[in-house]
C-alpha cells in the first residue's frame, strides 16, 4: 500500500529564509504526489502536484516541490518565507490502483518575523 | 471553481444525541466524496468513502452503525454521528473528487466540522 512519510513535526525559519518541508513516499507504481496547507480550524488546500515530467514543480503561494525518485523523495520549498506561511503541511500520495488519498502526519511551519 | 461547503462548522451536542454534518459541493457534481477525522496535532484518518446512490465503504476499525453517511444525491453526502459520546469529539473534513478526473486530480475539501461532544 503506498504512505507517505513526513519526518519533521515542526520546522521553524525566520521569514525571508527559504523553507524545506521534507516527504518520503512509498507507493508499488508510478507516484501522484501531492502537497495540502491546512490554516488553524479549517479544511485542506491544495498546493501543488507531481505527475509526471518535470522533477521542479511549481505551485500555488510561490510554492514549489522537487520531485526525487531516486530518494522517493517530494519536499516542499519556498525561497523565502512569510509569517502568513505559517500553518500545517501535508504530503500526500495516490496511487494509480487506489481511489483514495493517503496523507502524511502533517508538518507544522512556523514563520517567524 | 470546486468549492466544496460543508456545514456546520462547529457543533456541541450532548451525549447520546445524534449530529448530521453535511457536505455539498457547491459548483460541480460529485460522484464520490471521503470524509475524513482529524485528531489535534494529528493527520487525517479516512473514515469511508461515500459514493452517489450505493453504500459507502468504510475503512477498516470505522464502525457503520456509528457514522451513518448517506450519499442521496450528486451534490450532498451526510455522516451522522450516532449516539455520540466524548470519545467521538474531532474535527470532521470531507472532499470531493470532479468526476471524471484522473488520478492526478487533487481533492477539494470542505472547511471541516469541529465536534465537541460533552
Known amino acids: 500500500a503506498q504512505s507517505v512519510a513526513q519526518p519533521e513535526d515542526q520546522v521553524n525559519v525566520a521569514e525571508g529564509n527559504p523553507l524545506t518541508v521534507k516527504c518520503t513516499y512509498s507507493?508499488?507504481?508510478?507516484?501522484?504526489l501531492f502537497w495540502y496547507v491546512q490554516y488553524p480550524n479549517r479544511g485542506l488546500q491544495f498546493l501543488l502536484k507531481?505527475?509526471?515530467?518535470?522533477?521542479l514543480v511549481k505551485g500555488s503561494y510561490g510554492f514549489e516541490a522537487e520531485f526525487n525518485k531516486s530518494q522517493t523523495s517530494f519536499h516542499l520549498k519556498k525561497p523565502s518565507a512569510l509569517v502568513s506561511d505559517s500553518a500545517l503541511y501535508f504530503c500526500?500520495?495516490?496511487?494509480?490502483?487506489?481511489?483514495?488519498?493517503?496523507f502524511g502526519a502533517g508538518t507544522r511551519l512556523t514563520v517567524k518575523p | 471553481g470546486a468549492v466544496v461547503s460543508q456545514h456546520p462548522s462547529w457543533v456541541i451536542c450532548k451525549s447520546g444525541t445524534s449530529v448530521k454534518i453535511e457536505c455539498r459541493s457547491l459548483?460541480?457534481?460529485?460522484?464520490?466524496m471521503f470524509w475524513y477525522r482529524q485528531f489535534p496535532k494529528q493527520s487525517l484518518m479516512l473514515m469511508a468513502t461515500?459514493?452517489?446512490?450505493?453504500?459507502?465503504?468504510?475503512e477498516q476499525g470505522v464502525e457503520k452503525d456509528k457514522f451513518l453517511i448517506n450519499h442521496a444525491s450528486l451534490t450532498l453526502s451526510t455522516l451522522t454521528v450516532t449516539s455520540a459520546h466524548p470519545e467521538d469529539s474531532s474535527f470532521y473534513i470531507c472532499?470531493?473528487?470532479?468526476?471524471?478526473?484522473?488520478?492526478?486530480?487533487?481533492?477539494?475539501f470542505g472547511n471541516g466540522t469541529r465536534l465537541t461532544v460533552t
Open positions: 507507493v508499488s507504481g508510478n507516484p501522484y
Open positions: 472532499s470531493a473528487k470532479i468526476p471524471g478526473g484522473s488520478y492526478n486530480s487533487p481533492l477539494h
Open positions: 507531481y505527475i509526471t515530467g518535470d522533477n
Open positions: 459548483d460541480f457534481q460529485a460522484t464520490t
Open positions: 500526500a500520495v495516490r496511487d494509480m490502483r487506489d481511489n483514495d488519498m493517503r
Open positions: 461515500s459514493n452517489e446512490g450505493s453504500k459507502a465503504t468504510y
